[in-house]
């Protein structure tokens, strides 16, 4: 089965930096794309950037000029450069990705920007 593992969360002040990773392992034959989810308290689950595996692009409008996801194909990895960080940044950011056809997700790490 297919597992993802995220990493590189934590408390950062306002204005600070983190970069997430997110692990994919298993049987993986093709991945299709991987993407970052967040949700605050009391909030849905949005969309914060996705990469398909042609290279390409998408970012929330809120973290546009701020986040940068970027992908390891040889490492099944994906990652989130967030910097310029604001408090309602603070969320549980999940990894997603579409991995031989099917929908996985990892189980979040928690990041918090507060001063």
């Known amino acids: 089965q297919v597992q993802l593992v995220e990493s590189g969360g934590g408390l950062v002040q306002p204005g600070g930096s983190l970069r997430l990773s997110c692990v994919a392992s298993g049987i993986i034959f093709r991945i299709n794309a991987m993407s970052w989810y967040r949700q605050a308290p009391g909030k849905e689950r949005e969309l914060v950037a996705a990469i398909i595996s042609g290279g390409s692009t998408n970012y929330a409008d809120s973290v546009k000029g701020r986040f940068t996801i970027s992908r390891d194909n040889a490492r099944n990895t994906v990652y989130l450069q967030m910097n310029s960080l604001k408090p309602e940044d603070t969320a549980v950011y999940y990894c997603?990705?579409?991995?031989?056809?099917?929908?996985?997700w990892g189980r979040g790490t928690q990041v918090t920007v507060s001063s």
């Open positions: 997603n990705a579409v991995i031989n056809l099917y929908e996985f």
